[in-house]
């Protein structure tokens, strides 16, 4: 469902989109960035007491970050909104309370290089042949990588407890692209894995990053995260036991196969 929720709002269906977004917000295994979508989505709709109902609910029930609604211009019909100033000081509160006893600086820098890194990417999917971009995305990895190894030799994995489960999921996607490094790529592994048994970081990140390290290694991977170009289509590199997949997906709160193949393409046949 979240998929077709994503489509309506590349479409330009905001009811649609909100509505959506709204039903999986609101089942069991929603999460903060689904209500978020949704009060996006309500605001683009100009439905501005219903967006305002939805912010207020997911800030009070997960935690939203007073930047991102400064700064995410699907909002920007409400900021002139009497609401609007109420809004972030009660998401002020909330970032208060979520982060208290994290390390906010670490969690920042670990927001500026992941901004980098996606940043980096989203050209590359525009142009993926261009060799300028393709060494500037090496250069980019390769410094990201060099930083977090300096993290986790001295602080850890950088897990909920250190940088909340925002700047955990950011430090995941930078291991998941030191591929230059499968040493490190191992240890991030074993490191969460701990960490996902200590309830410290998310299982199915360290689904990913397993698929990483295992394609890298030429092996088949478990959970069908991981994806290659076959002529014009994009298809899962070689699963093991393809049979039982989605169970295995299942178990970790990933979606089927069917579904991620569905937003994979979709991301990169733009």
Not at 50 to 74: C, G, K, N, P, Y
Not at 151 to 175: N, T
């Amino acid at each position: 469902m979240r998929s077709e929720a994503q489509r309506a709002y590349d479409a330009g269906e905001y009811a649609s989109c909100a509505a959506l977004y709204a039903q999986v917000a609101d089942a069991e295994g929603g999460t903060r960035a689904d209500g978020y979508n949704a009060a996006c989505c309500l605001a683009l709709a100009g439905n501005a007491d219903a967006a305002f109902e939805r912010l207020r609910t997911t800030i009070t029930t997960h935690f939203t970050s007073v930047a991102d609604l400064q700064q995410d211009e699907d909002f920007r019909s409400l900021r002139d909104d009497p609401r609007w100033e109420p809004m972030l000081a009660l998401a002020r509160q909330e970032e208060d309370r979520h982060l208290a006893g994290t390390d906010r600086t670490l969690r920042r820098e670990l927001f500026e290089r992941l901004n980098r890194d996606q940043e980096i990417r989203d050209r590359l999917i525009a142009a993926p042949e261009d060799k300028a971009l393709i060494a500037e995305a090496e250069r980019i990895d390769t410094d990201n990588t060099t930083w977090l190894k300096q993290v986790v030799a001295s602080r850890g994995w950088p897990g909920y407890k250190l940088v909340h489960e925002d700047g955990a999921q950011a430090a995941w996607l930078l291991a998941q692209h030191a591929d230059r490094d499968p040493a490190f790529q191992q240890q991030v592994l074993e490191l969460l894995e701990k960490a996902v048994l200590d309830k410290d970081a998310k299982p199915s990140h360290l689904a990913y990053l397993t698929d990483r390290v295992r394609t890298g290694r030429d092996e088949k991977q478990l959970y069908g995260t991981q994806f290659i170009k076959a002529g014009d289509d994009w298809v899962p590199a070689p699963i093991e036991d393809e049979a039982h997949v989605d169970e295995r997906r299942q178990r970790i709160g990933l979606g089927t196969l069917a579904e991620y193949a569905e937003q994979i393409r979709a991301a990169y046949s733009r």
